[in-house]
């Protein structure tokens, strides 16, 4: 089965920074939107980060809004670069493909392909 692929992820300090990277060489930009969401122990999955590669157009959560960016690297590749990483950033990071126009930027429920995850964790 399609699905993207997730690498990065790891420990880091408060103020730290990580990349992470998502593959999905089977995409097709014109169709499909990428989003990087986010869940936490006892919460709900969230989105952080979404881009529509045909327009170039992005999303962010408040939350993460001059600290992440999300970003088309190559034709099959995306990154999410996190900066000021903080504590409250600590969850398992997915990436995850949905249906242009099938559902909101951030609504974890439209996005049809998911990865398996990558944990991101940011101590004090």
């Known amino acids: 089965q399609m699905r993207p692929v997730e690498s990065g992820g790891g420990s880091v300090q408060t103020g730290g920074s990580l990349k992470l990277s998502c593959s999905a060489s089977?995409?097709?930009?014109?169709?499909?939107?990428i989003g990087w969401l986010r869940q936490a122990p006892g919460r709900e999955r969230e989105g952080v980060a979404t881009?529509?590669?045909?327009?170039?157009?992005t999303f962010y959560a408040d939350s993460v809004k001059g600290r992440f960016t999300i970003s088309r690297d190559n034709s099959k590749t995306l990154s999410l670069q996190m900066n000021s990483l903080k504590p409250e950033d600590t969850a398992t990071y997915y990436c995850?493909?949905?249906?242009?126009?099938?559902?909101?930027?951030?609504?974890?429920?439209?996005?049809?392909?998911w990865g398996q995850g990558t944990q991101v964790t940011v101590s004090s």
């Open positions: 881009i529509y590669p045909s327009s170039g157009h």
């Open positions: 995850a493909a949905m249906r242009i126009y099938s559902g909101a930027w951030n609504d974890a429920g439209s996005f049809d392909l």
């Open positions: 089977w995409i097709t930009w014109r169709t499909y939107c």
